[in-house]
């Protein structure tokens, strides 16, 4: 039996059998279970699991297992439930008491603060994008940097890279608004079609409140928001109209209604919105300095470890929209890195085999700037070393928000950001990195860990 196979076959075992699985689904580095019944979880034994690193207990059971592994994991369990990649199961395959219990974690969600409701969903409609926009990104930060060094951006070849490169970025406003629907429920297309004429060319030639309206104003929060009107809309016009005449009106109301809206009230609120966050970060990292970017990169790894940290993604796009670059994702960078030197003190000192070969297993990407392995099977467990690697990651946010560095796209971090670094501060980012490794081994080294720890790994 393959690895991804037992891993499937042990972790379906653990979480009540393929009859508890309401849903699969994958992220990056995360399995993604909806269970029907939480009760019949053995967390114990899950975490157990050869390949676990971790398990997050949130709206979904989420196992940590890390890049690549994860999507053969997940094909895995796929095929052991008959449930394809995020495919809900339907109602009719539900007893009475499975209903039950999914009402129950319904209302759970319902009653969580409505600021992490908000993040959470955010993080569903950027989570699917961000493949693409991890390999759209490097394409185009290597064509750049090729350009930079003095390759012909006229060669054919180069023009490819570069179109490679930035075609999904041009077409953002349109992948964002088709997920917001999906996520909140409405006709996919009508959210796509938000994304369309917010970014539209033609908005130049619109006169409204005295002044041409701007293309993309309001970026990204304005697309959410528009897409988000449309699924209200939409719903609350097929409650009254005729099924006969639905499929013609219901959408054709809704597009009317929201695109006058939108025009008049949603470009101009997102806009004040869209400059007040952008304005203000690129303030407080200006004015606050090496302080401001300590703080930001060192309370960072608690928003991963919760999940919240996809809530990001709008404003570093939104940023990049602005200023065609992103200095707060250097400065947050640094709290991977910070991790890193953390996982190499403890695999310095430890005798622990079963530790020292999950570091030696995470630690490659943790450098690639995919951290959750090392944070879920290493830091966060054993408690301190979690508190050290936030502190070697201060002061690499210090050292970045002092040399002014920023990003032209996001989607990956640690080293696979050199190439998207921009103005050419190719070389200080990367000092960056190392400082954030040398103080999260540091201080990891000196006071963040002794064997006792390793005990219950």
Not at 22 to 31: E, F, G, I, S
Not at 240 to 262: H, N, Y
């Amino acid at each position: 039996m393959k690895k991804e196979q037992r891993m499937a076959t042990d972790i379906l075992e653990h979480v009540g059998g393929k009859d508890n699985i309401q849903r699969v689904a994958h992220c990056m580095t995360r399995l993604r279970l909806s269970l029907k019944d939480d009760s019949k979880v053995n967390m114990t034994d899950l975490k157990r699991v050869e390949g676990v690193m971790g398990v997050v207990e949130d709206e979904t059971l989420q196992v940590v297992i890390g890049p690549g592994t994860v999507n053969k994991v997940a094909a895995e369990m796929s095929q052991l439930t008959g449930f394809g990649i995020g495919e809900d199961a339907t109602p009719d395959d539900l007893t009475f008491e499975e209903k039950a219990a999914i009402d129950k974690q319904k209302l759970k969600a319902k009653n969580r603060t409505p600021f992490k409701n908000f993040l959470r969903k955010l993080g569903n409609i950027f989570i699917p994008l961000i493949p693409g926009l991890v390999a759209s990104g490097i394409l185009n930060g290597a064509a750049n940097f090729a350009v930079n060094a003095g390759v012909d951006r006229e060669q054919t070849w180069m023009q490819i890279l570069l179109l490679l490169g930035s075609v999904v970025f041009a077409s953002l406003g349109i992948l964002v608004g088709w997920n917001t629907a999906k996520e909140f429920g409405g006709t996919p297309v009508l959210g796509a079609i938000a994304g369309m004429f917010l970014f539209s060319p033609l908005l130049a030639d619109i006169t409204i409140y005295g002044e041409a309206l701007t293309p993309g104003r309001g970026g990204l929060f304005g697309v959410i928001f528009a897409a988000w009107l449309m699924t209200f809309v939409e719903k609350n016009v097929r409650k009254v109209m005729w099924d006969a005449v639905d499929i013609i009106f219901t959408p054709l109301i809704t597009l009317l209604v929201v695109g006058f809206a939108s025009l008049y009230a949603v470009m101009p609120v997102a806009g004040i919105l869209s400059d007040g966050i952008t304005m203000g970060l690129t303030a407080l990292i200006d004015t606050g300095g090496a302080i401001a970017g300590a703080v930001l990169a060192g309370f960072f790894l608690p928003l991963v470890m919760v999940g919240l940290h996809h809530g990001l993604t709008p404003i570093h796009l939104e940023l990049i929209n602005v200023y065609n670059e992103t200095a707060l994702l250097t400065i947050l960078a640094m709290g991977g890195a910070g991790q890193v030197g953390a996982a190499i003190a403890i695999f310095v000192k430890t005798k622990n085999t079963r530790l020292r070969n999950i570091i030696k297993g995470s630690a490659p990407v943790g450098f690639l700037g995919i951290g959750e392995p090392l944070m879920y099977g290493v830091t966060l467990p054993l408690g301190r070393p979690f508190l050290t690697a936030c502190l070697g990651a201060s002061v690499g946010g210090a050292f970045q928000a002092v040399m002014s560095t920023a990003s032209s796209g996001i989607g990956v971090s640690g080293l696979s950001l050199i190439p998207l670094i921009t103005n050419g501060q190719y070389i200080s980012y990367f000092l960056g990195l190392v400082i954030s490794y040398a103080f999260g081994f540091l201080f990891t080294y000196a006071f963040g860990f002794k064997e006792s720890m390793a005990d219950g790994i």
